[in-house]
Nanobody
């Protein structure tokens, strides 16, 4: 079992920055890939970015150039640095960890609101 706890969300003005964190606990040795998804009100949950255990990243098109995903495997922590935020980035951001067996663990999410 893996528990994920996100933090770092909040209210920010357009053009501002936020850094999200996701701390994993439990059987963290079972974690392979990790990632961030987001879900805006009334919309589906979409991939923001993911990163392999070895550090290979995959970013959604809207995230490229503005968002940076990283992870510290010693601290079992995933990060998402978000710069130049836009109102359309308003959403709940979820951390996900995929085990080597392909099971996905999800956090409860952290809300990001970007005001214009």
């Amino acid at each position: 079992q893996v528990l994920l706890v996100e933090s770092g969300g909040g209210l920010v003005q357009a053009g501002g920055s936020l850094r999200l964190s996701c701390v994993a606990s439990g059987i963290t040795a079972s974690i392979n890939d990790m990632g961030w998804y987001r879900q805006a009100p009334g919309k589906q949950r979409d991939l923001v970015a993911n990163i392999t255990l070895g550090g290979i990243e995959n970013d959604a098109e809207f995230a490229r150039g503005r968002f940076t995903i990283s992870r510290d495997n010693r601290l079992n922590t995933l990060y998402l640095q978000m710069n130049d935020l836009k109102p359309e980035d308003t959403a709940v951001y979820y951390c996900v960890a995929r085990s080597f067996r392909g099971y996905d663990y999800w956090g409860e999410g952290t809300a990001v609101t970007v005001s214009s």
